[in-house]
């Protein structure tokens, strides 16, 4: 069992910054992918950004540009640093990792953007 935490999340004005964290339970080395996706009430969840093993990136079209993930082995931390912040990225933003065997999800932690 594979436990996240997120922590970054808060109030922000348009056009701002934000970096939230992720710290998992064991060595984020030993996960296939992790990743970060959004959700906003009655949407589905989507991906925002992802980051396999081997260190591969992939970004959603939405923020490309403004999000970058990142991390850290030594604090088996993986980070969302997202600047340029719009009202449209107001949602819950949750940790994502994946094994072999299942995906485990964080309990989310919420990003408001006023405008």
């Known amino acids: 069992q594979v436990r996240l935490v997120e922590s970054g999340g808060g109030l922000v004005q348009a056009g701002g910054s934000l970096r939230l964290s992720c710290a998992a339970s064991?060595?984020?080395?030993?996960?296939?992918?992790m990743g970060w996706y959004r959700q906003v009430p009655g949407k589905q969840r989507e991906v925002v950004a992802t980051?396999?093993?081997?260190?591969?990136?992939n970004t959603a079209d939405s923020v490309k540009g403004r999000f970058t993930i990142s991390r850290d082995g030594a604090k088996d931390t993986v980070y969302l640093q997202m600047n340029s912040l719009k009202p449209e990225d107001t949602a819950v933003y949750y940790c994502?990792?994946?094994?072999?065997?299942?995906?485990?999800w964080g309990p989310g932690t919420q990003v408001t953007v006023s405008s």
């Open positions: 994502t990792a994946q094994s072999i065997f299942t995906t485990y």
């Open positions: 064991e060595s984020i080395f030993k996960l296939n992918v």
């Open positions: 980051i396999t093993s081997g260190g591969s990136t």
